[in-house]
Structure formats: structure tokens, C-alpha cells
């Protein structure tokens, strides 16, 4: 599996923005993907989870109505439309394969995209 995330860059207040990871190691479908976040002198958030082929999708509560997990399989690519960013959404954002309760249930990561929301 080798995961590398594309898409971050600076974006004003209630803009959007959408991020894209690709797979380019293995196909999607047999993997959960995940995006998760660090906020600058904070702890890693998980944001969202796309399971089953794309089937099933879990969003954090802090996001949930604001932004979209999906996958495109032909495309080994995993994507997350953020939209109504707010300054809290700055953070770096990985992908990474898996699903769970613990940071180890999360095998391969991506090296991150950076998002900054700031007017």
C-alpha cells in the first residue's frame, strides 16, 4: 500500500476544498480508508471512514453535514469534499488505510496535506 494525499492549501472561511488520496499499491476495495487530521499542538482527529468498497461511510461529529467521504475504485483514489471550512479545519491531513477505536488499527499513512482555513 502506498498512499500519498494531494489537494490542501489555503482557503478562506466557508470555502471548500477537496482532497484526494491515492492507492497506488494495491486496489481500494480491500482496504477501509480513513482521513485523519493534526491540528497544529493537538492530538490527531479522526474525520471520516469509508468502508465495504465505498458502500458505508462514518463521519466525526465536528464535520458531519460539512464534508464528504467517497472513493472512485478504477481510480484507486479516496476522496474528501470539505465544504463550509471553518479556521477549526486547519490541520494536516493524512489518509490511511483502516478503520477503528485505536491509532494502531490504522495500517499505512499517507505524508499528509496541509489545510489551512484563514481569511
Known amino acids: 500500500v502506498q498512499l500519498a494525499e494531494s489537494g490542501g492549501a489555503l482557503v478562506q472561511p466557508g470555502g471548500s476544498l477537496r482532497l484526494s488520496c491515492r492507492n497506488s499499491?494495491?486496489?481500494?476495495?480491500?482496504?477501509?480508508m480513513s482521513w485523519i487530521r493534526q491540528a497544529p499542538g493537538k492530538d490527531l482527529e479522526w474525520v471520516s471512514s469509508?468502508?465495504?468498497?465505498?458502500?458505508?461511510?462514518h463521519l466525526a461529529d465536528s464535520v458531519k453535514g460539512r464534508f464528504t467521504i467517497s472513493q472512485d475504485n478504477a481510480k484507486n483514489t479516496v476522496y474528501l469534499q470539505m465544504n463550509s471550512l471553518k479556521p477549526e479545519d486547519t490541520a494536516m491531513y493524512y489518509c490511511?488505510?483502516?478503520?477503528?477505536?485505536?491509532?494502531?488499527?490504522?495500517?499505512?499513512w499517507g505524508q499528509g496535506t496541509q489545510v489551512t482555513v484563514s481569511s
Open positions: 469509508i468502508l465495504n468498497g465505498g458502500r458505508k461511510q
Open positions: 499499491g494495491d486496489t481500494l476495495i480491500n482496504y477501509y
Open positions: 490511511a488505510s483502516g478503520y477503528g477505536g485505536t491509532w494502531s488499527d490504522f495500517d499505512y
